[in-house]
C-alpha cells in the first residue's frame, strides 16, 4: 500500500513497460557486469605520475569534489579510484545517534514499509525481504518496518559507515544486474535496488531488534568491499564466471559502533537502511521522501 492508502502493484503500468522494454534493449547491448568490471580496470589504472595528476585533477574538476575535506592533497593519489574512494580529515563529520546517515549523498526515502514494501519513485515498489533475502528465500522473514534510501552522486565521499551501534552478524554478496541508479532508471526499472548486486550487512542493535545496511551496486559501481570481511570483494574477476550468494556468518560476531567504517564503494552508488519493528521501537525517525542532501554522520531522528 502507498501512503495514500491506495494498493500499489509491482508491475509497471503500460507506459513504464513500453519504456522498461526501450531501456532494456539498449542495456541488453552492453554486458553491465563486464563493462563495469573493465571500467574498474582503468579507474584502478597507475599511469606515471605527471598524467595521474593530470587525470585526477580533470576527474575532481568534472564531478565537483570537494579537496579540501580530503586527508590528502590531490597530487598523493595514484589511480581515479584512490581519490574516489578517498579518506575525509579527521573531525570533518560528525556521528548524531541514536540513528544517522551512513553516508554523503542524498536521502530519496525515509518511511515506514506498508506491508514490507518500499516506494522506489511513485508508482513503483519492491519487497525489502527481496532486497535483502533474495528472491527465492524460504526461511522465516523479520517484520521490516521502516527503511531509508541514500543515493550517493559521483563528486560524494564513497565509504559507508555503521548509522548505529551494534553487532555484525552476518554479511551477504548477492550477485545480480548492474541497472544505472540514475533517476531516469530508477523510475523505469521496475525492482531495480532487488535486481541489483548487494552487500547485505546484517545487525543486531544495542537497544533491541533487527536491521540491514544493504550497499547496492550500480552500472560502473559493481565492486563494493568492506574491512569486516576483506577477502569479499564484489563483481571480481572470478565472480564474472561463478556469480553465486556468497553468506558469511561472522564468528565471533563483530561488534561496531556508530560511525565505524563498513564498506566502499569504489565507484557509487546506493545505501538502503531497512529496521524491524522491533528495531524502530522508541525511536521518532524523521520521515522524507524530498531529496534532501545529507552527510554522513548527520541524524535521521527528530
Known amino acids: 500500500m502507498h501512503p495514500d492508502g491506495k494498493s ?73 579510484e584512490d581519490l574516489f574512494t578517498r579518506r575525509l580529515k579527521p573531525g570533518v563529520r560528525g556521528f548524531e545517534g541514536p540513528v544517522c546517515s551512513p553516508a554523503d549523498g542524498y536521502l530519496a526515502m525515509s518511511a515506514p514499509a506498508e506491508s514490507g514494501r518500499a516506494i522506489q519513485v511513485k508508482g513503483l515498489d519492491y519487497e525489502l525481504s527481496e532486497l535483502v533475502f533474495g528472491p527465492n528465500y524460504q526461511g522465516e522473514k523479520p517484520h521490516l518496518a521502516w527503511y531509508q534510501t541514500i543515493y550517493l552522486a559521483p563528486h560524494n565521499y564513497h ?30 526499472i521496475p525492482r531495480l535496488f ?27 559501481v559493481g565492486r563494493m568491499v568492506t574491512p569486516l570481511a576483506p577477502g569479499l570483494v564484489t563483481n571480481s574477476a572470478q565472480r564474472q564466471w561463478r556469480p553465486v550468494v556468497s553468506d558469511l556468518t561472522l564468528d565471533p560476531p563483530s561488534p561496531v559502533l556508530i560511525g565505524d567504517e563498513i564498506g566502499t564503494f569504489m565507484l557509487g552508488s546506493t545505501v538502503v537502511v531497512i529496521f524491524d519493528k522491533a528495531a524502530i521501537n522508541g525511536l521518532k525517525l524523521i520521515e522524507a521522501q524530498d531529496g534532501r542532501p545529507v552527510r554522513v554522520g548527520q541524524t535521521f531522528c527528530e
Not at 503500460?14 to 579507474?43: C, H, Y
Not at 554478496?173 to 523505469?188: D, Q, T
Not at 532487488?194 to 560502473?220: D, Y
Request: net charge positive; hydrophobic share 50%.
Open 194 to 220: 532487488a535486481r541489483n548486486e548487494r552487500l547485505v550487512f546484517e545487525f543486531s542493535l544495542e537497544h533491541g531488534g533487527t536491521a540491514f545496511v544493504v550497499m547496492v551496486g550500480a552500472f560502473n
Open 8 to 80: 500499489t502493484v509491482l508491475l509497471c503500468n503500460e507506459s513504464n513497460n513500453s519504456q522498461f522494454r526501450g531501456v532494456g534493449k539498449a542495456m541488453a547491448l552492453v554486458a553491465q557486469n563486464i563493462m563495469s568490471f573493465t571500467t574498474g580496470l582503468l579507474a584502478r589504472a597507475r599511469l606515471p605520475k605527471p598524467l595521474a595528476i593530470l587525470a585526477n585533477r580533470i576527474f575532481a574538476k568534472a564531478f565537483g569534489i570537494n579537496m579540501s575535506e580530503a586527508a590528502s592533497p590531490l597530487a598523493s593519489y595514484a589511480t581515479i
Open 159 to 188: 565509504r559507508v559507515h555503521a548509522p548505529f551501534n551494534g553487532v555484525v552478524r552476518r554479511i551477504t554478496h548477492r550477485p545480480g544486474e548492474l541497472w544505472p541508479v540514475n533517476n531516469s532508471f530508477v523510475r523505469r
